[in-house]
T-cell receptor, first 117, second 114 residues
Framework: EPEVTQTPSHQVTQMGQEVILRCVPISNHLYFYWYRQILGQKVEFLVS????????KSEIFDDQFSVERPDGSNFTLKIRSTKLEDSAMYFC???????????????FGEGSRLTVL | AQSVTQLGSHVSVSEGALVLLRCNYSSSVPPYLFWYVQYPNQGLQLLLKYTSAATLVKGINGFEAEFKKSETSFHLTKPSAHMSDAAEYFC????????????FGTGTQLKVEL
């Protein structure tokens, strides 16, 4: 069964360092997402991506964050200068549905846990 | 703005007992509502969804949920819990007809005891 894969499963970094989280969405999906969950808090939407550009982003997704689909298969989330509060589980997801026909079925990866020291 | 509230961050039931996980939503437009499940060391998986058709929605693994507009609720139930149901369950909402993002609740950890 097709699945979304994420790497690394866990990354520990020092504050101020750059981090890249990688995702391989399901191959025929066209819409890609990043969500995150800070320990004990809600799963929060960060950004959606379609046709090589950002479709929507949340207030959390500030200039420190960027997304890219560099090679047609990978979908990456970059945090330029990590802060302690960026420590969270980051989930990648993909969907095949058009936004106006969206019915909520996202396919999620297992998550990448980021720990910023 | 849309939101969901899940009552009870931890729920414990005996094997064979009724499972009831509560979710209340807030939305300015007719919502789409979802339950996702996360088993240990796995990603989020769609359990079931309400998209304005039947108010009683059946999902995988014997779970079902009922959309009650008057109560703004979408509680998840299963008549008889199994050990394999132990997981974290997330209620989520999206707005009909626009956007493609989900707003999640804080999650409920279900523990099933012998």
């Amino acid at each position: 069964e097709p699945e979304v894969t994420q790497t690394p499963s866990h990354q520990v970094t020092q504050m101020g360092q750059e981090v890249i989280l990688r995702c391989v969405p399901i191959s025929n999906h066209l819409y890609f997402y990043w969500y995150r969950q800070i320990l004990g808090q809600k799963v929060e939407f960060l950004v959606s991506f379609y046709n090589n550009e950002i479709s929507e982003k949340s207030e959390i997704f500030d200039d420190q964050f960027s997304v890219e689909r560099p090679d047609g298969s990978n979908f990456t989330l970059k945090i330029r200068s990590t802060k302690l509060e960026d420590s969270a589980m980051y989930f990648c997801a993909s969907s095949s549905a058009e936004p106006k026909q969206f019915t909520g079925e996202l396919f999620f990866g297992e998550g990448s846990r980021l720990t910023v020291l | 703005a849309q939101s969901v509230t899940q009552l009870g961050s931890h729920v414990s039931v005996s094997e064979g007992a009724l499972v009831l996980l509560r979710c209340n939503y807030s939305s300015s437009v007719p919502p789409y509502l979802f339950w996702y499940v996360q088993y240990p060391n796995q990603g989020l998986q769609l359990l079931l969804k309400y998209t304005s058709a039947a108010t009683l929605v059946k999902g995988i693994n014997g779970f079902e949920a009922e959309f009650k507009k008057s109560e703004t609720s979408f509680h998840l139930t299963k008549p008889s819990a199994h050990m394999s149901d132990a997981a974290e369950y997330f209620c989520a909402v999206s707005e009909t007809g626009g956007g493609n993002k989900l707003t999640f609740g804080t999650g409920t950890q279900l523990k099933v005891e012998l």
